[in-house]
């Protein structure tokens, strides 16, 4: 029998994996891919391994850079001065720096001071005291509603997918708070890092820590769990595996398709992902980060990803988050592809394709809804013996691998207190 069994094989559930073999539990990861890494994963384009979904590290990314400095990796990284821009009535409007806002045509003069008073005043807020807010109504408050149409309306359906008045302020305000913080002094863009090789280096050395004390299973999707008089039976790969706790970092609709003997529901929803990781046959003049906000486009990003690390390729993502059930989800890869090289042509003029790697989640990242704390709250209580990581537990923090690294620390710290006061009872 196992102290716990952790589901999942991304960072949440390496950390968790790691925490538990440091504070002496015996674990067993159940990964049902066939490599570790989860979302920030790596996948082969035009002959290099390259992140499937775009990743950067921001400097406040502190559980994330000491994971990588424990791995030895910190040699490896590399940072940079990013630049982002909004495209919109056919044109690339840069936004790094105080002067581009000046020069932002959409605003009229009340906008550009509207919006620097938003700004000003997010600085001043906690998310936490935001919570049970629509975004919509945060913004109108402090931005204006001009600012809001223009600018953060269309931003906000591009990036959580349902409608502003439905996205939670707590988790808008610590995005905005975010990307402040990425903003070093002197510098006028965000300072942003890569790791050189990829992130499936970092996942490596993990994997193969973890082997020094915990079992990890790949290609194992966990099928079923049931209670049992002492733990939990975890069913996967036509076995079954006993342990006293369970750590979950599935999406929570994922884990509520498990349970056998007894029931778990959850209300969160999930936003789904295409990405397409295009090489090309040339460079591109685009800043690292462009918003789209041209309507009519189904790319909703483009990110230059040539100019974080070294790459061989000319490289951008272009990428939409999408409601779990939009078509692109589930299209062939050569349908994204192909719909995605179209806006880029249409943005930047003739450009052909050297490779393309096309990847599609349903369950990319949780709604975070007005009503997300009250869908969550309870959720470490629901299910004696079972704890959560990962994403959907990160509110109202930005969902990074940091934030779930130390999501998995957490978990695997209640798992810990859980083995040891049963073995004090026992
Ligand atoms: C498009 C995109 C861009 C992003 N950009 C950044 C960024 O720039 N910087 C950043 O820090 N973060 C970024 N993120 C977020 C980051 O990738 C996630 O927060 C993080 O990877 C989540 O890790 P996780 O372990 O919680 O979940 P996941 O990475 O989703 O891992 C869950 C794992 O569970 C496995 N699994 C699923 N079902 C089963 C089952 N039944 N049994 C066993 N295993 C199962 C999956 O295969 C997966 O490996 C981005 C995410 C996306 C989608």
Same mark, same amino acid.
């Given at each position: ?45 035009? #002959?290099? !391994?390259? $992140? ?8 406040? %990314?502190?559980?994330?850079?000491? &994971?990588?400095? @424990? ?114 002094? #002197?510098? !006028?863009? $965000? ?8 992130? %499936?280096?970092?996942?490596?050395? &993990?994997?193969? @820590? ?217």
């Amino acid at each position: 029998m196992y102290d716990a069994v952790v589901l999942g094989g991304g960072y949440s559930g390496l950390a968790a994996a790691r925490s538990l073999m440091r504070g002496g539990a015996g674990s067993l990861l159940l990964e049902a891919s066939g490599g570790l890494g989860g979302a920030g994963r790596c996948g082969p384009v035009a #002959g290099e !391994s390259v $992140e499937w979904f775009y990743h950067h590290i921001k400097p406040h %990314d502190t559980e994330l850079l000491e &994971l990588i400095g @424990e791995m030895g990796l910190t040699g490896s990284l590399l940072w940079q001065e990013t630049s982002m821009a909004f495209y919109l009535e056919g044109r690339l409007y840069p936004f790094s720096r105080p002067q581009d806002l000046l020069r932002f045509a959409p605003f009229n003069l009340a906008d550009k001071l509207r919006f620097c008073a938003g700004m000003l005043s997010s600085r001043f807020t906690q998310s936490q005291n935001l919570t049970g807010m629509s975004a919509k109504d945060w913004i109108v408050r402090h931005w204006g509603q001009s600012v809001y149409h223009k600018m953060m309306a269309p931003m906000m359906r591009n990036k959580f997918g349902i409608p502003p008045e439905r996205v939670c302020a707590g988790f808008l305000h610590g995005r905005i708070k975010g990307l402040a913080a990425t903003k070093a002094k #002197g510098v !006028s863009g $965000e300072m942003l890092g890569y790791l050189d090789g990829g992130l %499936d280096r970092l996942a490596r050395r &993990l994997g193969d @820590e973890l082997t020094q004390g915990a079992d990890v299973r790949l290609n194992s999707p966990a099928t079923a769990l049931e209670r049992t008089k002492d733990g939990y039976l975890v069913h996967a790969g036509g076995q079954s595996h006993a342990a006293r706790v369970v750590i979950n970092t599935l999406p929570l609709n994922r884990f509520a398709l498990l349970p056998v003997n007894f029931s778990f529901e959850s209300r969160v929803k999930y936003q789904g992902v295409a990405c397409a990781l295009m090489a090309l046959d040339r460079t591109l003049e685009l800043p690292y980060w462009t918003n789209i906000l041209e309507p009519g486009f189904s790319s909703k990003v483009v990110v230059n990803q040539s100019l974080l690390g070294h790459h061989r390729a000319n490289l951008v993502y272009c990428s939409a988050y999408l409601a779990d059930e939009h078509p692109l989800i589930t299209a062939p890869a050569n349908q994204v592809r192909d719909t995605y090289l179209k806006d880029l042509r249409a943005m930047v003029g003739p450009v052909e394709l050297v490779d393309c790697l096309v990847t599609q989640s349903p369950v990319a990242t949780p709604v975070f809804d007005v009503d997300y704390h009250q869908q969550t709250h309870d959720l470490q209580n629901r299910l004696p013996g079972v704890f959560f990581a990962g994403n959907a537990t990160i509110y109202p923090h930005s969902r990074t691998i940091s934030s779930v690294i130390c999501s998995g620390r957490r978990a695997a710290g209640m798992a810990l207190e859980r083995l040891a006061s049963g073995s004090r009872a026992a």
